[in-house]
């Protein structure tokens, strides 16, 4: 299944009652010249450890508009969503808007770009359920290296770890509704704070996060943002939560403090 058969397919499954089941070839590689028709039904795609990487122009690699896709074991690289007019440059790998869902399981998404959420972007009314992912290496020239959400986002045994933001949320940006639970947010940067998480961002405060059992360390913010989370006007909960060895520090001069978070 080359790029247009799988446009072919995606189509095929939003004009079938109920959705469709899509299945890649095993360890296979689909190349993407052009964005692929955005999901507005109930879809699968069972990724068999093959690589979906755009290798010319730029653009996304999925859509979810209205529809509700799950993915599983796949490979998502090097969408573009920068130069994209399509929800503003967001999500390069995937952007869900519409009140759509995103359920994501076992994946990997790297090298991803766009403007806001270089990896994943979450719209309002939309949610997405990460699971047993890695993010790495993706970047946003705003907010939301590796994710970026004013939707609801659950993210369970997953990893952010390499991703970069050119404003805020290195790993992570949010200003919906986030719960991370057994995650490592890591090595992530972002200039104006957030290297790990930032839950409200410059431009719009507010926020609701909650993170459990996880870990973020080694995250990186300018000057003395705070390298770990940065809170603008939101809540952040932390329960048996590593926030730690963050550069400049953990969560100091946040525009709203983090409890439990010292130093």
Do not use: W
Request: with cysteine; glycine share 18%.
């Amino acid at each position: 299944m080359q790029e247009a058969a799988l446009q072919t397919a995606i189509n095929t499954a939003n004009s079938t009652p109920g959705g469709d089941t899509l299945n890649l070839r095993p360890g296979c590689t689909y190349p993407l010249t052009t964005e692929l028709p955005a999901i507005t039904s109930p879809v699968v795609i069972n990724g068999n450890l093959a690589t979906i990487t755009r290798t010319s122009g730029t653009g996304r690699i999925l859509t979810v508009n209205g529809g509700n896709l799950t993915l599983r074991a796949a490979v998502l690289s090097n969408g573009d969503a920068t130069g994209s007019s399509v929800q503003n440059g967001a999500g390069g790998a995937v952007v869900v808007t519409g009140n759509g869902t995103l359920n994501l399981s076992a994946s990997v998404l790297r090298n991803n770009h766009a403007a806001f959420g270089g990896g994943v972007s979450v719209f309002s009314g939309s949610e997405a359920h990460i699971s047993g992912d890695t993010f790495t290496g993706n970047s946003a020239t705003q907010n939301g290296g590796g994710l970026v959400s004013d939707g609801t986002v659950t993210v369970n045994l997953s990893r952010f770890n390499g991703n970069s933001a050119g404003n805020t949320g290195g790993g992570i940006a949010s200003i919906g509704t986030l719960t991370v639970n057994i995650s490592n947010i890591v090595n992530n940067t972002a200039p104006n704070g957030g290297g790990g998480l930032a839950n409200g961002v410059p431009a719009a405060s507010g926020g609701t996060s909650k993170v459990s059992a996880s870990n973020i360390s080694n995250n990186t913010a300018g000057g003395v943002n705070p390298g770990g989370i940065y809170n603008n006007g939101g809540t952040v909960t932390l329960r048996a939560t590593r926030v730690a060895a963050n550069t400049p520090n953990n969560c100091l001069n946040s525009p709203t403090a983090v409890p439990g978070c010292i130093g």
